[in-house]
């Protein structure tokens, strides 16, 4: 009855899309263009016109169908919009420039071997990640054209994203830990610059994406809009590489400066590579020492790390969290062996936000963001 309605409503009456300021009737459009602009009703309906989609199901046939490459990009964008509107979106696809712009959601690559069909299912949270894991665990079963794509499409989608008139901006980091401590410090920039933060799985990963991103710079640099951060550790086993100074790409690693008692940004080929900085070295003080506080009070595996802060007094909400912790190198051991515990950092960023935002709505204390991310605000603003 439901077909039979909306085959009689549709039989005398046309879809058409709005051009400037002409419309033009749907069955006018290409094919790529006619499932975008249904793709965009769904959008609409579903955000302005219905209380909620929480028994909807979607899916989708290769949406980027037909597409021009540049339209591929806000095409998965409004997929991602959908779906948070919806129960479920599921789509099929061969184009994997969607993965770097999904922040939450899985994506499944099916092989045939054998006569044998295999799935692969990865967490979008962190695909570069993952499919680094997944291939040290079973190089075998990891697509070829995943493995290659996932990096040619990540510098497609950035390219082709930055040349938009209302440009993407983006931020290339290590690992999802980062992206939580950067997502939140950020937010209000993914909300209004359009920034998307993405772990690419390490310092290696950074350095080969900025050196495509350098390499097709020159040819476009006139065009391009919207601005790239890519972001890496100091790691003991440094990945050290040149970088030119680019106006609207910049390549930073961050480190602890003992002459200024704080976190800088500085180039990759510095000379200054000590000490070893992680992310968790770079935090407001305050808030860190009340997170471990917190996960020694909560589980009492961790309350090992009682004597990290036996004798201290902790009420400077403007020091960095290396240099609040002012570790002896005994007692970095056994921070680090806290981090090195399996899923901690992740937990531990998880906590360290809700506390800090607690700290800062619920309580009037004020902790500054880090000196270093202001930084990095103030490039895409």
């Known amino acids: 009855i439901y077909k039979l309605i909306i085959d009689a409503y549709f039989r005398i009456r046309k879809l058409n899309k709005r051009d400037s300021s002409s419309w033009i009737e749907i069955n006018s459009l290409s094919s790529g263009e006619k499932q975008k602009a249904i793709i965009d009703i769904a959008h609409g309906f579903l955000t302005n016109h219905r209380e909620n989609g929480d028994h909807l199901l979607i899916a989708i046939d290769e949406p980027e169908c037909s597409l021009h490459m540049s339209a591929c990009f806000e095409q998965f964008e409004n997929l991602y919009n959908i779906s948070k509107n919806c129960c479920q979106l599921v789509f099929t696809t061969h184009w994997y420039g969607y993965l770097p712009t999904v922040e939450d959601g899985c994506s499944t690559s099916i092989i045939k071997e054998n006569q044998t069909h295999h799935f692969t299912l990865y967490d979008l949270a962190g695909y570069r990640e993952e499919i680094k894991k997944k291939t040290k665990e079973n190089s075998n079963k990891i697509p070829y054209d995943i493995r290659l794509k996932s990096t040619n499409d990540l510098i497609q989608s950035i390219i082709s994203s930055t040349l938009a008139e209302a440009p993407y901006n983006w931020l290339i980091c290590e690992g999802s830990t980062e992206k939580l401590y950067l997502g939140y410090y950020l ?23 900025f050196q495509l991103l ?11 809009n919207g601005k790239v951060f890519l972001l890496s550790d100091t790691d003991r086993e440094l990945v050290n590489y040149h970088v030119n100074n680019i106006e609207k790409i910049k390549c930073k690693r961050i480190i602890n400066d003992p002459t200024t008692n704080d976190t800088i940004l500085v180039d990759i080929h510095s000379n200054k590579v000590s000490p070893p900085t992680e992310i968790e070295n770079c935090l407001n003080g305050f808030t860190f020492v009340r997170t471990v ?14 004597e990290l802060l036996e004798g201290k007094t ?3 909400t403007n020091l960095n969290s290396f240099y609040t912790m002012d570790l002896r190198p005994r007692e970095e051991v056994i921070l680090d062996r806290f981090f090195n515990t399996d899923g901690i950092k992740y937990s531990f960023a998880k906590r360290y936000i809700h506390i800090d935002q607690y700290l800062n709505e619920k309580t009037g204390t004020v902790t500054p963001t880090p000196a270093w991310i202001e930084e990095i605000k103030r490039f895409f603003e």
């Open 187 to 209: 937010r209000d920039l993914v909300a209004t610059k359009r920034l998307r933060i993405v772990p690419v799985g390490g310092a290696k990963e950074v350095k080969k994406i």
């Open 214 to 224: 350098e390499a097709s710079h020159d040819d476009l640099r006139k065009d391009i």
């Open 293 to 306: 506080k917190d996960f020694i009070h909560k589980y009492p595996e961790f309350e090992y790390l009682d």
């Open 314 to 316: 902790i009420d400077d």
